[in-house]
């Protein structure tokens, strides 16, 4: 009698991880992706970031700039058969938030009672903005670009306007400060 062997190999499996978003300029390590029966394993992207292996199961994936301004990228990890099997594919979609970028303006001098209005703010990639004061004079136009502060009665010396850009998850806020310095009226 005659024997024949059948092997059976099993088919590959391939996880690439759950998505995940990241701030501009950090790397993900991507550590939950999971992979088996298997004979190699490759990574690529949508995008134009690079992985430190991508050969490897857990590497690490440093998005581009343009990654950054698309706003996110497909992670796809293949897991190469043994034959005849066919190959696994899965993918992760990895979402980059644009970090966020505050600048108050230049500082400012005013005199004694006389309102100040800020010029040459800026902000870029912030869901919102509020400015605050050390001063004790009040502060209109807060979430604006051009807030004014009036001076409180007999107020002089330096205070600080603080303008806070409030970042899009999961980056961290930013903020920035303008100094306003108040002179004392000169009386005769």
Do not use: K, R
């Not at 088996?36 to 857990?58: C, E, Q, R």
């Not at 700039?65 to 497909?74: F, K, L, P, Y």
């Not at 670009?145 to 899009?168: C, D, K, R």
């Amino acid at each position: 009698a005659d024997v024949v062997n059948i092997f059976v190999n099993a088919p590959p499996v391939a996880f690439a991880g759950n998505d995940q978003a990241i701030c501009e300029g950090s790397p993900v390590a991507l550590n939950t992706s999971f992979a088996s029966n298997y004979t190699s394993l490759l990574w690529t992207s949508t995008g134009t970031g690079i992985f430190d292996d991508p050969a490897m199961l857990h590497p690490t994936y440093t998005p581009s700039i343009s990654d950054v301004m698309n706003g996110s990228v497909a992670l796809i990890l293949t897991a190469f058969a043994e034959e005849p099997c066919t190959d696994a594919v899965d993918q992760m979609i990895l979402t980059i938030s644009a970090s966020p970028l505050v600048d108050a303006g230049a500082d400012g001098t005013t005199c004694q009672d006389t309102p100040f209005t800020v010029t040459g703010a800026s902000v870029s990639n912030c869901a919102s903005i509020l400015w605050t004061t050390t001063g004790s004079g009040a502060l209109s136009g807060n979430t604006t670009l051009n807030p004014v502060y009036t001076p409180s009665a007999g107020e002089t010396g330096t205070l600080q306007l603080i303008l806070t850009g409030t970042a899009n998850p999961p980056c961290s806020d930013a903020a920035d400060t303008l100094d306003l310095l108040i002179s004392p009226v000169v009386t005769v």
